[in-house]
């Protein structure tokens, strides 16, 4: 017998786009950086380095690009910060904008994204037919939580208490996805079902077997 869920809330990046990690680790390659080079930097003091205080608008594109590469220099490696954001908007996954909507016809949907203030809109692409394309997908949550906007990132627990919240459910009756196991750790604490995003079609299965939606 599955479960009734209220609500599921999903993250973005990495979710209904493919992984930015994918774009970190060939720009890694062609520039002879070590593996996950990147994700290492990003992961020295998470709660208050360059791209934390990216994610809460505590600085601009144009700090962050000096801080990212003080930081990448202190771990042996000069790389600009301005270079890594150029990495962050992946290919859309129409099959997941579907899944999403199959979920948004049994209860209510809402996104929660760590982004930063760049770009034309949540999505931080520079071009416009992608950003157009992105903003319709992001039109179609009941309600959208950006960190840049509130000053809030996760895996800060009240961003995702806020969004059961003004959503209305109980988090128990909600289902998250996310593509970092230190995101859905918060979600869980609270009761949520959640779901770590590992691909399209792992996400699409998963999502089906916990929901019993039919999403694929």
Known sequence: MTKRFQ???????????????????????????????IRSVNAVNPLENAWAKLER?????????????????AMGHDVRGKEILALLSGSLRPRVVNALKVCKQHGKVGCITNNAPIGKGA??????????????????????????????????PRIYALMCETLGVDPAACVYLDDLGINLKPARDMGMATIKVTGEEQLLADLEAVTGYAVR
């Open 123 to 156: 999505s931080m692409t520079e071009d416009d037919d992608r950003a157009s394309e992105l903003a319709g997908v992001f039109a179609l949550f009941d309600h959208l939580i950006e960190s840049s906007k509130i000053g809030i990132r996760k895996p800060d």
């Open 57 to 73: 608008s505590l600085i601009g594109a144009e700090e962050f690009d000096g801080l990212f590469r003080a930081e990448a220099q």
């Open 7 to 37: 609500a599921v809330i999903w993250d973005f990046g990495g979710v209904f786009t493919s992984s930015p990690f994918e774009a970190f680790n060939r720009y890694e390659a062609e520039k002879g950086l070590p593996a996950d080079f």
